[in-house]
């Protein structure tokens, strides 16, 4: 019984690597040398040290503002240009870097400067694929935050861009970027919980901006800020600084809790199992709490069936956010399989080994107590002969419990990937191609909820069945 499952086993982990053989040697644990290794050798891929990234963020939000003093964080990175549709956004840059940064309403203005490698994408969904796919055919790399495309029938187009412009594109759910994925991806490859079968991912926030009721600035007018861009092409509505403002909320230029947190629990965990993707889709939600006239939910659940592929068997996603949990904030991952489970959180993450034994046991709640007590003696003698003392029992492996160094940050791992690629470095994991593979599957949740039907997808092609 234990060979049967070992083969089933190895059927499915057809990647062992060297490194994978490493953290089958033992316990790993916290290690700053791995943080060490990783942060020097990036700079040092570089083609040379003096080459400087010169980048520009279009959209100077929450995120546009995070990703920017993140990627300052790897050295020769270099901001000269900002572009956004609220003026106060657009004064803030220079307030804190300095009034040369060339800022701007019309990101076309930033495409055309000659002195920019790189753009930063961290305007509302909306936008994503047309900046992403002007910057590409404007000579520009791209790191586009996720979701990389708001519906998914507009992702081929940036692959194709990608593919037609040789242009490095990153999309930016930065957690694959992470050495605590990194490892945990070693483990899952190493075999060591067994057959996945079914994988848990939850989030869950108790809070009101945790609910996206994000802060609106006194001064937001139709002067101050350019609501028909922010439109785009969606249905015409009177200005309404909400809607700039708390765009998360509103179907037409957001994702929802499927394009916002999703993806990232996708992301992970398709980088983990190398998985294209799932086939079916299901997804069920509600409006509970946070009933500010938002159109999507603020509970959703949602259940993936993945097929069997070389790197993985088939396996079941179960996906839940709660925006209004009283039992208060969580967020983890689980990877369960037959001898065993991974839980991811946030960079750290513990591992299980717990492996049958071949001998099922008997007594207690059985039906073996119901024999007559001679059917009963037989059944033991028998049993006896069968399962020898050696099948009875396992002795698993320790648990494996891995912190990423403090400190850490996969964020700044992320910037230095996409900078390390422009620079003709290893290419980004995270490219169009995996962009779509992750948001689709999320969005295909949305279609799921609002048409209130499964959907089916095919991971190898990307395409709605
Ligand atoms: N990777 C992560 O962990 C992470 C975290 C948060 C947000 N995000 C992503 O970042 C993106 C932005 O989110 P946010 O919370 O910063 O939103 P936000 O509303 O705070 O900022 C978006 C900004 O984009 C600007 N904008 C919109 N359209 C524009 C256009 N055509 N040209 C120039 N500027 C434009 C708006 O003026 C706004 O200031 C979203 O796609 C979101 O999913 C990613």
Redesign the pocket.
Known sequence: MAEKSNNSRRKFIKQLSATAALAAAGPLLSNAADLKKKQILQPKNRISPNDKIRFAT???????Y?DTATALKVPNSELVAA????DG?LTHVKELYGKDIFTT?D?REILNRKDVDAVIV????L??DT?SIDAMNAGKAVYC???MVQHIDLGHAVIATQKKTGKVLQV???RISSIAFEKAKEIYESGKIGKLNLVEAKMSRHDALGAWQ?SIPPDASPKTMDFD??LKNTKKVPFDPVRF?R?RNYNEYGTGIP??LFV?LLTGLHFITSSLGPERILASGELSYWKDGRNVPDVMTAIMDYPETKTHPKFQLMLSVNFADGGGEDEYTRLIGTEGMIEMSGNSFKVKMNKLPEAPGYGGWDSLDTFSNEMQKAYIADYDKKYPPSTRTVKNEPDIVYSAPQGYDEHVDHFHNFFNAMQGGKPVVEDATFGLRAAAPAIACNLSYFQKKIIHWDPVNMKLV
């Open positions: 279009i959209g100077m939000g929450i995120m546009g995070n572009a956004d549709l609220y956004r309403r990101y961290t305007t509302h969904d936008w994503h900046i935050e996720k979701p930016g759910s930065q994000y861009t922010f403002f765009w394009g916002d990232h």
